[in-house]
């Protein structure tokens, strides 16, 4: 059993962390529902710019990780945030750490349209990828392979 404050350290270590969560894919029902207001929003392909980062694949898993009694908790921490249960196996995640609040740089290669986007967002979102940059790739979901990769 780890001592409590051992467990102070790691939540400590754990908490200077924030984190974006991604999926590598762009044509998961379960998440265009949840998290694309049921296919009427859009999802972003992108390139992270810079290599300030820790990007990290999830593991999926149903056993807890082994946490060592060790001084390095910034790893501790980082294990603890990159492990889900295999229930969210679907959602394909990956995530980028950061510390102290820094802004991920990125460069936005695509857009891809919600299946029942409606006709006025779709327009609004066309109009500012135009304004944004226009040589990002609008793709409506429709006609998206399957298993492609965001």
Same mark, same amino acid.
């Given at each position: 059993?780890?001592?409590?404050?051992?467990?102070?350290?790691?939540?400590?270590?754990?908490?200077?962390?924030?984190?974006?969560?991604?999926?590598?894919?762009?044509?998961?029902?379960?998440?265009?529902?949840?998290?694309?207001d049921?296919?009427?929003?859009?999802? !972003?392909?992108?390139? *992270? $710019?810079? =290599?300030?980062?820790?990007?990290? &694949?999830?593991?999926?898993?149903?056993? @807890?990780? +082994?946490?060592?009694?060790?001084?390095?908790?910034?790893?501790?921490?980082?294990?603890?945030?990159?492990?889900?249960?295999?229930?969210?196996?679907?959602?394909?995640?990956?995530?980028?750490?950061?510390?102290?609040?820094?802004?991920?740089?990125?460069a !936005?290669?695509?857009? *891809? $349209?919600? =299946?029942?986007?409606?006709?006025? &967002?779709?327009?609004?979102?066309?109009? @500012?990828? +135009?304004?944004?940059?226009?040589?990002?790739?609008?793709?409506?979901?429709?006609?998206?392979?399957?298993?492609?990769?965001?």
């Amino acid at each position: 059993m780890l001592d409590d404050s051992i467990i102070e350290e790691i939540k400590n270590a754990k908490d200077k962390y924030i984190f974006c969560p991604l999926s590598r894919e762009n044509n998961n029902e379960h998440l265009w529902s949840t998290f694309a207001d049921n296919h009427r929003g859009v999802a !972003i392909g992108f390139k *992270i $710019t810079s =290599r300030n980062y820790i990007i990290q &694949d999830i593991k999926y898993d149903n056993s @807890l990780p +082994f946490i060592q009694c060790s001084t390095n908790h910034d790893e501790t921490a980082k294990l603890i945030l990159c492990r889900k249960l295999d229930k969210w196996k679907l959602e394909a995640e990956t995530r980028v750490l950061v510390k102290c609040r820094q802004n991920i740089k990125i460069a !936005i290669k695509k857009v *891809i $349209t919600g =299946r029942d986007i409606s006709e006025s &967002d779709n327009r609004l979102v066309k109009e @500012l990828i +135009f304004k944004i940059n226009p040589s990002i790739e609008i793709i409506p979901y429709n006609s998206i392979e399957s298993r492609t990769n965001i």
